[in-house]
Each structure stands twice: as structure tokens, then as C-alpha cells.
């Protein structure tokens, strides 16, 4: 079964450095998107993505976030400057065109856990 | 903005029993979709079932179904015959129809099927 994959599984960073996560999205989905989860808090939008722009973006994505889809299979979420607040689980999740509403259910990848130091 | 509510944050089931699990939502929408997803102790997020808003019958997977009350802005997932790997957080998510739209989740209630 096609499943949305996610690199790397873990990753540890100081803060200010740049982090760059990766996603592969299930091959004939063409919505995108990326959520994380702080430590024991409910999981919360970032921004979502199609037709190779930003379709919509929280408060939380501000000018420190950036996504790109640089080739046809993978999505990608950078950090520029990551403050210890960014601390958190990344989900890359995608979405196909089924349904009345266009799209109808976000797949989950199993996450990228980022820890800033 | 939509919104979503669950007031267990954390509940426990004898394996084998039958556990339900709250969830309700405030939107302006009249179509849209339900979710619950799981989130097992490795925190991936795994759909349960997912419910459209304009089919009135419950939807149901193997042990899981919900119960969908439109009108009472209500969507509960019942767990029959609960296993120790049903062991997890749950969250419900909402979802508006239109665009490329994000998903809205409560805060999750915490799950323990116990031996």
C-alpha cells in the first residue's frame, strides 16, 4: 500500500542552524502538507501546498519556515534559524482528489521528531 | 474558524470490552469531512475512519464505527472488542470541503486497553 515516507526519522540541531526535512508524498497525490506536534500538545497546521505554491499557511509559518517541492516526488520543510521553540514532531501529510470536495482524507507519514539545543 | 472538542483526555477499557470516545465540533459548514486518527506510542498518525457530512449512515472499520449526529455537531468513535494495540492517543480532525484545506484537530484523548 503507498504510504507518505519522511526523512530523517530524527534529528538534533543547535539553535540557528538551518534544518531541512524531507517528505516523499504518495505518488498520485498532488495536495500537500506539513503539521508538527509539540510534546503532549495537539497537532497543528503549518501550510499546505499545491500546483507548486503555498495554498495556505498558519500564524505559526512565518518568514523562518519555507517549503519547495524541488523535483516530482519529494516536499520539503526548511528552518532557517531554528529557536528551541521549534522543538516538535513535523508531519508531511498528502491528499488526493477523491470526494465532492475535492480532496477527501490527508495520509500521514510517521514523522520527523526535531530536537533544537 | 472551525473547531474541536474533546473533553476525555484520558480514558481506560478492560481488552475486550467496548470504549467511546467524545468528539464534538462548532463550523458554519454544511458539508465537510470527520476524522479519527491514532497516534500509537511511536507517534505516527494513523487514519481510524473518517465520516462524510452528507451521508447519514455511520461509517464503520472492522471493530471501529462512529456515531454522527449532524445536528448535535457530535461525531464519537466506538472501539468494540478493544486489543492492547488499540493503546494509543486518538484525535478527531475536521476537515471544510473547499480547497486545499487543512485539517483541524481536538487535543486528543489518551486511550488504555487494559490486560
Known amino acids: 500500500e503507498p504510504e507518505v515516507t519522511q526523512t530523517p526519522s530524527h534529528q538534533v540541531t543547535q539553535m540557528g542552524q538551518e534544518v531541512i526535512l524531507r517528505c516523499v508524498p504518495i505518488s498520485n497525490h498532488l495536495y500537500f502538507y506539513w503539521y508538527r506536534q509539540i510534546l503532549g500538545q495537539k497537532v497543528e497546521f503549518l501550510v499546505s501546498?499545491?500546483?507548486?505554491?503555498?495554498?495556505?499557511k498558519s500564524e505559526i509559518f512565518d518568514d523562518q519556515f519555507s517549503v519547495e517541492r524541488p523535483d516530482g516526488s519529494n516536499f520539503t520543510l526548511k528552518i532557517r534559524s531554528t529557536k528551541l521553540e521549534d522543538s516538535a514532531m513535523y508531519f508531511c501529510?498528502?491528499?488526493?482528489?477523491?470526494?465532492?470536495?475535492?480532496?477527501?482524507?490527508?495520509?500521514f507519514g510517521p514523522g520527523t521528531r526535531l530536537l533544537v539545543l | 474558524a472551525q473547531t474541536v472538542t474533546q473533553s476525555q483526555p484520558e480514558m481506560s477499557v478492560q481488552e475486550a470490552e467496548t470504549v467511546t470516545l467524545s468528539c464534538t465540533y462548532d463550523?458554519?459548514?454544511?458539508?465537510?469531512?470527520l476524522f479519527w486518527y491514532k497516534q500509537p506510542p511511536s507517534r505516527q498518525m494513523i487514519l481510524v475512519i473518517r465520516?462524510?457530512?452528507?451521508?447519514?449512515q455511520n461509517a464503520t472499520e472492522n471493530r471501529f464505527s462512529v456515531n454522527f449526529q449532524k445536528a448535535a455537531k457530535s461525531f464519537s468513535l466506538k472501539i468494540s472488542d478493544s486489543q492492547l494495540g488499540d493503546t494509543a492517543m486518538y484525535f478527531c480532525a475536521f476537515m471544510a470541503p473547499s480547497g486545499n484545506t487543512p485539517l483541524v484537530f481536538g487535543k486528543g484523548t489518551r486511550l488504555s486497553v487494559i490486560a
Open positions: 501529510a498528502s491528499s488526493d482528489l477523491k470526494g465532492p470536495g475535492g480532496q477527501e482524507t490527508q495520509y
Open positions: 465520516q462524510e457530512a452528507y451521508k447519514q
Open positions: 501546498f499545491y500546483n507548486n505554491e503555498i495554498s495556505e
Open positions: 463550523t458554519s459548514e454544511n458539508n465537510y469531512y
